[in-house]
Every structure is written in structure tokens, then in C-alpha cells.
């Protein structure tokens, strides 16, 4: 199971560090992504992290060098620090597993399993 947890509502240029805890599962056995979507929107993938050491990880164009992604395995979390938001990052976040890749990681919604519950973040302008 994933449980996201973090979101809240702050206004523009603020920051937030969002977590997905994972139970039941080997943790470094599975690349994590975080995902979003804001409403009438479909979800989109905004970072992944690889397996492993987390030596590899991705960002969406709209969120590079504001995002950053990583991964504590023994606590078996993952972590979203999110600095300079803007109203467009307003949206439900989720985390995911993904055991299908090995060297890297996959911004495909579909290459994930486990998926959390999602999180609300809200920024206003």
C-alpha cells in the first residue's frame, strides 16, 4: 500500500515536501513516480525515481529545477519537495511503484501498479 500525504494549500513561490510511505512491499525494488491532475485534466506524470539507490530520476518540463525528487528505503518513503509553486501546480498528487523497469524510471502512467490515494495541493496566485 502508498500513502501520499503533505498537500495543503499555500500561495505562489511558496514550497512543500510531499511524502509517499509504502507498507507491505520491497520498497527498492520499485521506481516511484509522482503524478498529477488538476481538474478536466487527464493525470500527468511530473517525476519518477528509479529503483534501487535512486540513482536516476525524471522531471516534466513544467516542473524542472522547481521540483525534486527522492527516496529513503529504510523508512520505505518517498519524497516530493516542491519550491517555487505556481498556481498551474494546483492539483491532486499521487504517488505510484513501478517494478517493471530496472535503470531507470517511466513517466507512463500505465507502467505502474500500486498507486496511492492522492494528495491535494492548492496554490494560490
Known amino acids: 500500500q502508498l500513502q501520499a500525504s503533505g498537500g495543503g494549500l499555500l500561495q505562489s513561490g511558496g514550497s512543500l515536501r510531499l511524502s509517499c510511505a509504502a507498507s507491505?512491499?520491497?520498497?527498492?525494488?520499485?521506481?516511484i513516480g509522482w503524478f498529477r491532475q488538476a481538474p478536466g485534466k487527464e493525470r500527468e506524470g511530473v517525476a519518477c525515481i528509479s529503483r534501487g539507490g535512486g540513482s536516476v530520476a525524471h522531471y516534466a518540463d513544467s516542473v524542472q529545477g522547481r521540483f525534486t525528487i527522492s527516496r529513503d528505503n529504510a523508512k520505505k518513503t518517498a519524497y516530493l519537495q516542491m519550491d517555487r509553486l505556481k498556481p498551474e501546480d494546483t492539483a491532486v498528487y499521487y504517488c505510484a511503484m513501478d517494478r517493471t523497469v530496472f535503470y531507470h524510471c517511466s513517466s507512463e502512467r500505465g507502467s505502474y501498479e500500486y498507486w496511492g490515494q492522492g494528495t491535494q495541493v492548492t496554490v494560490s496566485s
Open positions: 507491505g512491499v520491497s520498497f527498492r525494488d520499485y521506481a
